[in-house]
């Protein structure tokens, strides 16, 4: 398996466009969750789903950001509109959704809102 | 709710010196005990994880961290640490028994080793 793949690697916009991030888990994982990681807060959980159904969204900032994940091999997160304070590296992870076994993740998405 | 905390925000070490990375968790729940670490540029990777049985895991690459129940730490410890393992270093937990499984991570620990 190629492992989790995020897509783009880099992302550079203006102040009020929308971004959308996305994300393949390896196959067979039924867990799936967005982490974003800044200097000044580390490692958030923002959203994490479970056989694609969203379990916690709490740690989601506003109602700016949003995520869906459609089918088992593919999700999302979307910035409407984006601000410079949403520049971060988000990163995308999934396990098998046993707690016990890790989660594994992608490179990253390194968004920059200029 | 659970919350991880690595107080130690960068830690200097010089070569072949041994380190410690500081990791405490609190948790109404038993959780699962979790070291990744973090070279630039990159995502995170698991270093070694603790379930169950022996309190004292070791990773493949010589880093070694022990659960301590009483304390609610899972400190990492590394005997003689080389350049290459200059990386920035997390502690998560994930609960056990929850029905929901996530990771939750502590801020990071940045550890440079000197020539």
């Known amino acids: 398996d190629a492992g989790v793949i995020q897509s783009p690697r880099h992302e550079v916009t203006e102040m009020g466009q929308e971004v959308t991030l996305r994300c393949k888990p390896i196959s067979g994982h039924n867990s799936l969750f967005w982490y974003r990681q800044t200097m000044m807060r580390g490692l958030e959980l923002l959203i994490y789903f479970n056989n694609n159904v969203p379990i916690d969204d709490s740690g989601m900032p506003e109602d700016r950001f949003s995520a869906k994940m459609p089918n088992a091999s593919f999700s999302t997160l979307k910035i409407q509109p984006s601000e410079p304070r949403d520049s971060a590296v988000y990163f995308c992870?999934?396990?098998?959704?046993?707690?016990?076994?890790?989660?594994?993740f992608g490179q990253g998405t390194r968004l920059t809102v200029v | 709710a659970q919350s991880v905390t690595q107080l130690d925000s960068q830690v200097p070490v010089f070569e072949e010196a041994p380190v410690e990375l500081r990791c405490n968790y609190s948790s109404s729940v038993s959780v699962y005990l979790f070291w990744y670490v973090q070279y630039p540029n990159q995502g995170l990777q698991l270093l070694l994880k603790?379930?169950?049985?022996?309190?004292l895991v070791e990773s493949i690459n010589g880093f070694e961290a022990e659960f301590n129940k009483s304390q609610t730490s899972f400190h990492l410890r590394k005997p003689s640490v080389h350049i290459s393992d200059t990386a920035e270093y997390f502690c998560a937990v994930s609960p056990m028994h929850s029905g929901t499984y996530k990771y939750i991570f502590g801020t990071g620990t940045r550890l440079k080793v000197l020539a």
């Open positions: 992870a999934s396990s098998s959704g046993t707690g016990n076994t890790e989660a594994f």
């Open positions: 603790y379930l169950s049985g022996s309190t």
